[in-house]
């Protein structure tokens, strides 16, 4: 298996950017599936960036154009790089490993590791 620790939320204005990071352990996620998901309050967790195992990206379209998921498998580190924010990306950001994942689509998967969430709010 493999654990999970997410870094890099805060607060911010809306217009500007943010880095999260998350870092595994346990098991290098070179071949992963990994993703970050969110969840605001009252609202259902959504998926918003998916890296597949040969490195494919796929985007939710609430956030397309605006965010960036990378890897570096030599940090065993996943990235989201978050640009232009606005304040309904405001929740707690979440990432996401697994070598086979439940997938359907970004709007219906799940994973099996998921690190404890990182908080970022956009004013």
């Known amino acids: 298996d493999v654990q999970l620790v997410e870094s890099g939320g805060g607060s911010v204005e809306a217009g500007g950017s943010l880095r999260l990071s998350c870092v595994a352990s346990g098991n290098n996620i070179r071949t992963y599936f990994v993703g970050w998901f969110r969840q605001a309050p009252g609202k259902e967790r959504e998926g918003i960036a998916i890296?597949?195992?040969?490195?494919?990206?796929t985007y939710a379209d609430s956030v397309k154009g605006r965010v960036t998921i990378s890897k570096d498998n030599a940090k065993n580190t996943l990235y989201l790089q978050m640009n232009s924010l606005k304040p309904e990306d405001t929740a707690m950001y979440y990432c996401?490993?697994?070598?086979?994942?439940?997938?359907?689509?970004?709007?219906?998967?799940?994973?099996?590791?998921w690190g404890q969430g990182t908080q970022v709010t956009v004013s």
């Open positions: 890296m597949d195992s040969i490195g494919s990206e």
């Open positions: 996401a490993a697994d070598v086979t994942p439940i997938w359907r689509s970004i709007g219906d998967c799940d994973f099996g590791s």
